[in-house]
């Protein structure tokens, strides 16, 4: 080609604004599918959101933290004892991982060492015992979980994914797939042969799976307020235990308001886990579907450490005297973590229901060389994403009801 020739055609293809009439068909984007993005992204709101207040709560942590919440995150693999779970569990240590829950055997119980809370978080650092760092030399006491709750992970800093689980014979799936982290409020809960047990807010199911792996409970009710997510909580448990176990009156599935509960249920559970809906921090960084920081979901996000302390006051109204409830969030937010345990204790002392929080130092020392655990929280205890041990954000802390 000419010289001539090249710089007329460049100047035609610099006049021409609409390059569309030299774009196959097939491939153009139609004018109103671009036009319906939203003009501000939720994943853009949600990190501006956690930029402004996550690093003044953590500090020089949270650019790991907020580089871990955007990386893919890691799962764990909840044994199913109602299936072949002897071959389920060789096969997945032949693939290299390893139960990071069978080495953690606890001979001295989680001991109650916070009062009661009514002052505010300065008030309460100062009244209570100081709390164990999470670093140097430390009390290496064995701790006792559940030896039937069993979860797999591959070590740290191995980014392997897992399999999707296959039926076998009876037509039960060997693991189920979780962020590992979410195993551990149900080891908090330190589930006894013979109680009688409440999941306040259930779905997806996960949690409720892995207490059904405990084996023990004489009663289970599992509840979400959601019909729609029930629903999903039921297709989890009919893959995973078997028809005999779902069909018998130790097992009770509900779609009820959870922050109404105490209305007909009071003073009735040993145990009572309360996974409350909050912001999800992984989810609300990383996908726009369901994102609770999108426009239309405002009023709802706002109200949520509301929402949080209604379902925990009415977990601890349904727990009776000497039991024990476990608060839990999958968020890094301090307003729907320790502030609303704080809320919620003070409500019910007004109500003449006394509580102690329990440390969980036991099982964070346990584990700290499976999860990465945020330094010095006032109350509870946090696992925080890192890039080596991808889990997480999950907040958790234990109470005891002494009256």
């Avoid at 569309?20 to 109103?32: A, E, F, I, N």
């Avoid at 207040?53 to 799962?75: A, D, F, H, I, M």
């Avoid at 799976?209 to 909580?233: M, P, Y």
Wanted: proline fraction near 6%; charge should be positive; hydrophobic fraction near 35%.
């Amino acid at each position: 080609m000419s010289a001539p020739a090249f710089i007329n055609t460049a100047f035609l293809l610099r006049k021409i604004r609409d390059l569309r009439s030299l774009t196959p068909r097939r491939t153009r984007v139609k004018t109103k599918w671009a036009t319906s993005l939203p003009r501000y992204p939720a994943t853009n709101m949600a990190l501006q959101y956690f930029d402004a207040t996550y690093s003044l709560q953590l500090g020089r942590l949270w650019p790991s933290v907020r580089c871990s919440l955007l990386s893919e995150r890691k799962y764990g693999a909840l044994l199913n004892n109602f299936s072949d779970h002897q071959a389920v569990a060789s096969d997945l240590q032949e693939q290299g991982c390893w139960d990071f829950v069978s080495p953690a055997q606890l001979e001295a119980p989680l001991s109650p060492i916070r009062p009661e809370i009514e002052e505010g978080p300065e008030d309460v650092a100062e009244r209570s015992e100081p709390k164990a760092s999470h670093g140097g030399n430390q009390d290496n006491s064995p701790l006792s979980l559940s030896s039937n709750i069993r979860c797999f992970v591959f070590p740290r800093a191995d980014i392997t994914r897992f399999k999707s689980a296959r039926p076998d014979q009876t037509r039960l799936l060997g693991y189920y797939l979780m962020d590992a982290a979410s195993v551990l409020p149900c080891l908090a809960l330190d589930v006894q042969e013979g109680h009688s047990v409440l999941d306040l807010c259930a779905a997806p199911g996960g949690k409720t799976l892995a207490l059904l792996q405990t084996e023990a409970i004489r009663f289970l009710s599992v509840n979400d307020s959601s019909v729609a997510r029930t629903s999903r909580l039921k297709n989890v448990l009919h893959s995973f235990v078997p028809k005999h176990l779902l069909s018998t009156d130790r097992l009770r599935v509900t779609s009820f308001d959870g922050t109404t509960w105490s209305e007909f249920e009071r003073n009735t559970y040993d145990r009572v886990l309360v996974d409350v809906p909050c912001t999800t921090d992984r989810h609300s960084a990383t996908e726009e579907d369901n994102n609770i920081f999108s426009k239309i979901r405002t009023g709802e996000r706002k109200r949520l450490p509301q929402l949080q302390t209604d379902l925990l006051l009415a977990g601890i109204k349904a727990a009776c005297p000497g039991g024990e409830v476990v608060y839990s969030t999958c968020t890094l937010s301090q307003l729907q973590n320790q502030y609303v345990v704080q809320q919620a204790l003070h409500l019910a002392r007004q109500e003449g229901i006394h509580l102690q929080v329990v440390s969980l130092q036991p099982l964070v020392r346990a584990l700290g060389g499976t999860f990465h655990f945020a330094p010095d929280l006032l109350l509870g205890e946090m696992v925080v994403p890192h890039l080596t041990a991808n889990f997480g954000p999950l907040y958790m802390c234990r109470l005891r009801r002494l009256c």
